[in-house]
């Protein structure tokens, strides 16, 4: 079955956005998604918004609309009670959040739900609709030029079958997803990844996305005040990360004798950083590093514990077994990295721990309480665990 004409309601103006003013205050369900340019800026730069409340789609213009307009209609979407329906919410969720400075009350992602109802969570919008739906949608403007006006009639096409059947799938996955009895396993998981969806830069640890364990702690002191101003660069100018220094030549700068721009040059920084920020970063790299900017540095290789492989295996059988009895997508009920990540934290030392991230495994009660017996077998006098299984148990409604 061949997706229907289109109709939809292009918001470019005063009077219609009244319209959606009033939906949004209104309506108990709205599927919404965003169309944005993000190649060159650290934040994205919105083009389209796409509401649909059920009777009508509303393609909201944010170049054509001025920024009075715009700013009435962020306030108006995050201080609604409709429920907003997102096929993969996290980009979205970080324009919104962006643009509106906080999210909407009332949030659920239909490609994360898609993974409770024996789907899978890597599918894309127009294969779940054709699954679930047997609807054939056309994704043929994904990378068009969505900052040109006037917009074409192809695009605002697409913009508008990209909301027009989510609250018919939402509905549907509801019903399948209460059959499965995974409701409130899913609840979880969507509380937890909208708690987690905006995670902000932390000046303190930033730079251990990027540190090589074969660092020295000067090396590290140099990594973090680096990190720290190109985000900082970022921030105030709104430039894309890798157009300040690229990923690939952080720990490079770090671990070598950079002098001058020559130097910086030789290393395969582009001219227009050097133009800019060679000044800044060549202070950063040859100043003498004292040691109370060690300080909160990790200086050393946090170690791994010897069982680890033998854990992760006997975790992921559970897992499994779990996802197989259920009906969920394993990639929803773990990852590899996260269970590696989990024993890493357990095992090492408490001092050591301010440098990983809470475990994800851990905040998710569900997930802890499959494996919370072999944890304690591998980890028996751990306090985070201790201190988890003391904790009065959720009662669901």
């Not at 060159?40 to 393609?59: C, K, M, R, W, Y």
Request: hydrophobic fraction near 40%; glycine fraction near 2%.
């Amino acid at each position: 079955m061949k997706e229907d004409s289109e109709e939809y309601i292009l918001v470019d103006n005063h009077e219609n956005m009244d319209l959606v003013i009033r939906s949004l205050a209104c309506k108990p369900q709205i599927a919404i998604d965003t169309e944005f340019v993000r190649i060159s800026t650290l934040h994205p730069i919105v083009a389209l918004v796409q509401l649909n409340d059920g009777e009508n789609t509303f393609l909201v213009d944010p170049i054509m609309l001025d920024k009075s307009e715009m700013d009435r209609f962020w306030r108006a979407l995050v201080e609604s009670d409709s429920l907003f329906i997102f096929f993969a919410m996290h980009e979205d969720l970080d324009l919104i959040n962006f643009y509106a400075e906080k999210l909407p009350k009332n949030i659920v992602d239909l490609q994360w739900m898609a993974g409770f109802v024996g789907s899978s969570v890597k599918l894309g919008l127009a294969a779940v609709i054709k699954n679930f739906l047997d609807i054939t949608i056309l994704k043929d403007q994904t990378t068009s030029i969505w900052m040109q006006r006037p917009l074409t009639h192809d695009q605002l096409r697409y913009g508008a079958v990209d909301v027009k059947y989510l609250i018919q799938l939402y509905e549907l996955m509801k019903q399948k997803i209460d059959e499965l009895s995974n409701t409130d396993l899913f609840n979880q998981d969507l509380k937890l990844q909208i708690e987690h969806a905006i995670v902000p830069f932390d000046p303190r640890l930033g730079y251990l996305k990027y540190h090589a364990d074969s660092m020295t702690a000067a090396e590290r002191a140099k990594l973090r005040e680096i990190v720290n101003f190109r985000q900082k660069i970022a921030e105030n100018e709104n430039v894309c990360l890798k157009f300040i220094v690229p990923n690939r030549l952080l720990v490079p700068l770090c671990q070598k004798t950079i002098k001058n721009v020559i130097s910086l040059q030789k290393m395969g920084l582009h001219w227009k950083s050097i133009r800019d920020y060679s000044k800044d970063l060549l202070n950063i790299l040859n100043r003498k590093y004292t040691q109370a900017d060690f300080d909160g540095i990790l200086d050393h290789q946090i170690p791994v514990p010897e069982f680890r492989s033998e854990l992760a295996e006997k975790i992921a059988e559970v897992f499994k077994k779990f996802s197989r009895e259920r009906n969920i997508d394993c990639v929803v009920t773990f990852s590899q990295k996260r269970v590696l990540e989990l024993i890493i934290y357990l095992g090492a030392p408490e001092a050591d721990r301010e440098y990983l991230e809470y475990p994800l495994i851990l905040c998710s009660k569900w997930r802890y309480d499959l494996i919370k017996d072999l944890l304690q077998e591998y980890f028996p006098d751990e306090p985070v665990l201790q201190k988890l299984n003391q904790q009065e148990p959720e009662i669901s409604e």
